[in-house]
């Protein structure tokens, strides 16, 4: 099974930007696709951003586009996220997760997920 560590987390003021990365360990040979999800207090995690594994189909929430991407450098078996113009409603924690799908359509088809990191974003 692989393992995710997600880092880069932390405190931020409105507008401004963080990077977060994912790292796998483990049985990293097999082609994961990657996601990116987030849950604030008192609501349910929701979808930010995934990736497929060789990089060419990528998916956005639409609250995140033009403001946060998503890449992979499967050389390091890491996953990044990208966020700029944060806003306070970005705050969350941020979790990453793999499938075994090339893109998956529905959170279940996700099958590992990290700890999870927070980002916080101060107005």
């Known amino acids: 099974q692989v393992q995710l560590v997600e880092s880069g987390g932390g405190l931020v003021q409105a507008g401004g930007s963080l990077r977060l990365s994912c790292a796998a360990s483990?049985?990293?040979?097999?082609?994961?696709?990657m996601g990116w999800f987030r849950q604030a207090p008192g609501k349910e995690r929701e979808f930010v951003a995934e990736i497929s594994w060789s990089g060419d189909d990528t998916n956005y929430a639409d609250s995140v586009k033009g403001r946060l991407t998503i890449s992979r450098d499967n050389s390091e078996n890491t996953v990044y996220l990208q966020m700029n113009s944060l806003k306070p409603e970005d705050t969350a924690v941020y979790y990453c997760a793999a499938s075994l799908h090339r893109i998956p359509t529905v959170e279940a088809e996700y099958d590992v997920w990290g700890q999870g990191t927070q980002v916080t974003v101060s107005s």
């Open positions: 483990g049985r990293t040979l097999r082609r994961y696709a």
